[in-house]
């Protein structure tokens, strides 16, 4: 059974940095496309970064240059390192994972989710 298990959330002041993990088991991080998607109280859930099995990325405009997705695939581990935080970086941040295809963030291409890991970002 496929398990995602996010942790590294927790409060930050804007302009700090942040990094998120997620420990996969019975998935491959090195044979996968993966992704870190966002979630904040009254909005939908949105993708933020991801990444596939050739270590091909995908950012959203908000998270470009920003953000950095990667992986350790000895330790089978989703990374996404959040530089330059800001207040609307907060929300509940989750690990997906891609049985099929390249690198996505449309939500509904991913068939395995984390818990989350909440992310507080103060002015």
């Known amino acids: 059974q496929v398990r995602l298990v996010e942790s590294g959330g927790g409060s930050a002041q804007a302009r700090g940095s942040l990094r998120l993990s997620c420990i996969a088991s019975?998935?491959?991080?090195?044979?996968?496309?993966m992704a870190w998607f966002r979630h904040a109280p009254g909005q939908q859930r949105e993708g933020v970064a991801a990444i596939d099995s050739m270590n091909l990325t995908m950012y959203t405009s908000s998270s470009r240059n920003r953000f950095i997705i990667s992986r350790d695939d000895a330790k089978n581990t989703l990374y996404l390192q959040m530089n330059t935080l800001k207040p609307e970086d907060t929300a509940m941040y989750y690990c997906?994972?891609?049985?099929?295809?390249?690198?996505?963030?449309?939500?509904?291409?991913?068939?395995?989710w984390g818990q989350g890991t909440q992310v507080t970002v103060s002015a």
């Open positions: 019975e998935y491959s991080v090195r044979t996968g496309s």
């Open positions: 997906a994972a891609k049985t099929l295809g390249l690198r996505s963030l449309l939500l509904n291409e991913y068939n395995y």
